[in-house]
T-cell receptor
């Protein structure tokens, strides 16, 4: 089965420092990977996706993600964190075993950026 | 939250009542989805629809029902058979078309349902 794992429930970082939110995946075939962000009591907002090509994907709000096939990882990164980046982050993978665009989500990682 | 609206934002239900959550999109997307979000469990798929007048069960469909009479609308009914309905419900849509496997989904702002 297709799946993603987010090993950290929470990540703490000081404002201005680089941040990394980890995601590993398990798929059969080529992975289609996504990152979403959720602010309190809001829906999910799309940040970026990896389909094919360059292993470094750039997305919204200064975020980027690095696809690493050998480590089956797709970590979300940002060079300099902002307090406003504090939110819940979800990694997701396209489930290729279904005939529709099903996404399988991780359990989420809460990012707290301190001033 | 793009062109997807959900109403109401907060909903309170008494035991034994059915309630219907609204989801409307103006993105001209073919596919629509309903998810349930519980703390620490991520999102779980309840139902999905790839085209008008067609829908399929997701991973946790028991106690829920949907309809897709119009392209822009995909209401979810939480029935009294759903034993633990208190949760945050999210509607999403995407372009659809099974050949486009990499299209992202766009989410509405959610409805928080509480059973009293």
């Amino acid at each position: 089965a297709q799946s993603v794992a987010q090993p950290e429930d929470q990540v703490n970082v000081a404002e201005g420092n680089p941040l990394t939110v980890k995601c590993t995946y398990s798929v059969s075939g080529n992975p289609y990977l996504f990152w979403y962000v959720q602010y309190p009591n809001r829906g999910l907002q799309f940040l970026l996706k990896y389909i094919t090509g360059d292993n470094l994907v750039k997305g919204s709000y200064g975020f980027e993600a690095e696809f690493n096939k050998s480590q089956t990882s797709f970590h979300l990164k940002k060079p300099s964190a902002l307090v406003s980046d504090s939110a819940l982050y979800f990694c997701a993978v396209r489930d290729l075993n279904t005939g529709f665009q099903k996404l399988v989500f991780g359990t989420g990682t809460r990012l707290l950026v301190s001033p | 939250d793009g062109g997807i609206t959900q109403s109401p934002k907060y909903l309170f239900r008494k035991e034994g009542q059915n309630v219907t959550l609204s989801c409307e999109q103006n993105l001209n997307h073919d596919a629509m989805y309903w998810y349930r979000q519980d703390p620490g469990q991520g999102l779980r798929l309840i139902y999905y629809s790839q085209i008008v007048n067609d829908f399929q069960k997701g991973d946790i469909a028991e106690g829920y029902s949907v309809s897709r009479e119009k392209k822009e609308s995909f209401p979810l009914t939480v029935t009294s058979a759903q034993k633990n309905p208190t949760a945050f419900y999210l509607c999403a849509s995407s372009i659809g078309q099974t050949g486009f496997s990499y299209n992202e989904q766009f989410f509405g702002p959610g409805t928080r349902l509480t059973v009293l």
